[in-house]
């Protein structure tokens, strides 16, 4: 029988084997995970390891999953505080746990006072080195891709964290089956060009080029979200984008006032329904600007837009705009891809896609991105 262990308390910088995932300042002391489907990765040879965490919000509270060996095992609400949380106990202290502590709540930009740490872990055994996947690969999207909706029953509609889901998402199925590793950019509501409801200053291109620059505040600056991002130190091979869905929507929304400075916003239709051309001439303009920009910062990876998971309204404007940028640049290492619609059956919780969609859009398009990591 073996002898019982005790429990040794690690700061996060004492661990020679870890993995963080997601874009991050670079700090560990505390570690911020910002982004939906960052996350802590520790090979754990032991029978018992605990995490320290800690979460403030002023509306919207943190979530995270616990994920052992590819499968999940739990999945829990942060209350505000610093708090101890088991992530396994009474295992074979023999074998080795492949341990993913993932965030599963996006960034919540309308949450300033919400975050997550972690801080450190308590462990009986030792922590061995994490085999480097072969792949990498960065998702941008808006509510599809922060996983709303795939937790809950079809009828919820309250906008709370609890709906939101980073495991079963399709990032994440994806990245299993090509054996890559991922990272995501998602904000729900926001596009390319304009939010849902047409306000032009939501959209997930312009500030790109930091850590997590969709987040505002005194806190967040102060947590480094607004630090440029190191692109140097990742490299995706591919970047998917599944952006459309909210600039859709934006024609169909009153327009959007600034009350400070007055300014206003609005995506039009003619009087027979059609989009205005001005209005889509401008969303294709801000589809060229973003491949332009994922271009400066990626220089080989393959761009992919995929879109279409509810409803294909933007897609001949999104080929328009793809066939556009290589016209003006001549980069052929940028494609389109059209996601499988989600139907009633596979529905989720507020009118999103749930896991079954999720689980179709990821083995469809997984089986078209395999070509470019050969």
């Known amino acids: 029988m073996n002898e019982e262990k005790q429990l040794q308390t690690y700061a996060l910088n004492e661990i020679e084997y870890i993995k963080v995932h997601g874009r991050t300042t670079g700090q560990l002391s505390p570690l911020t995970l910002f982004w939906t489907g960052s996350a802590v990765e520790l090979n754990a040879k032991g029978s018992e390891l605990w995490v320290e965490v800690e979460a403030g919000y002023d509306v919207y509270e943190p979530w995270i999953g616990i994920v052992i060996n590819s499968a999940p095992v739990s999945r829990l609400m942060i209350t505000e505080g610093r708090h101890w949380i088991c992530v396994f106990r009474g295992m074979n202290p023999d074998q080795v746990k492949n341990v993913r502590i993932v965030k599963e709540v996006q960034a919540m930009s309308g949450d300033q006072g919400c975050f997550l740490h972690i801080h450190s872990v308590k462990f009986d055994g030792q922590f061995l080195p994490i085999e480097e996947k072969p792949y990498k690969i960065e998702f941008i999207g808006d509510s599809i891709t922060s996983g709303e909706g ?54 997930m291109q312009d500030d790109y080029e930091k850590v997590c620059g969709i987040l505002q ?27 459309g869905t909210n600039d859709a929507s934006a024609f169909d929304q009153p327009q959007w006032k ?85 139907t009633e059956a596979t529905m989720g919780s507020r009118s999103h896609p749930g896991h079954l969609s999720h689980l179709k859009a990821a083995t469809e398009l997984s089986e078209y991105l395999q070509d470019f990591l050969k």
Request: aromatic letters at 12%; charged letters at 25%; hydrophobic letters at 35%.
């Open 258 to 342: 600034d009350e400070v400075t007055g300014e206003t916003h609005k995506q039009r239709r003619n009087e027979d329904g059609s989009f205005h051309e001005e209005d889509i001439k401008a969303f294709e303009r801000a589809i060229v600007r973003f491949l332009t920009k994922l271009r400066k910062y990626n220089k080989k990876a393959q761009i992919v837009w995929a879109y279409g998971m509810i409803g294909i309204t933007m897609m001949p404007y999104i080929y328009r705009a793809v066939e556009a940028y290589y016209r003006e640049t001549g980069d052929k290492k940028v494609s389109v891809y059209q996601l499988p619609n989600t």
């Open 217 to 243: 505040g005194k806190r967040n600056e102060a947590l480094g979200a607004l630090q440029e991002n190191n692109f140097a130190s990742w490299q995706p091979d591919v970047i998917v984008v599944n952006l």
């Open 150 to 203: 795939i937790v809950g029953a079809k009828g919820e509609e309250d906008w709370i964290p609890m709906w939101f889901s980073a495991t079963g998402n399709y990032t994440e199925l994806v990245a299993n089956a090509l054996n890559a590793e991922y990272r995501v950019l998602s904000q729900s509501g926001w596009g390319v060009f304009t939010s849902w409801d047409n306000n032009p200053h939501c959209n």
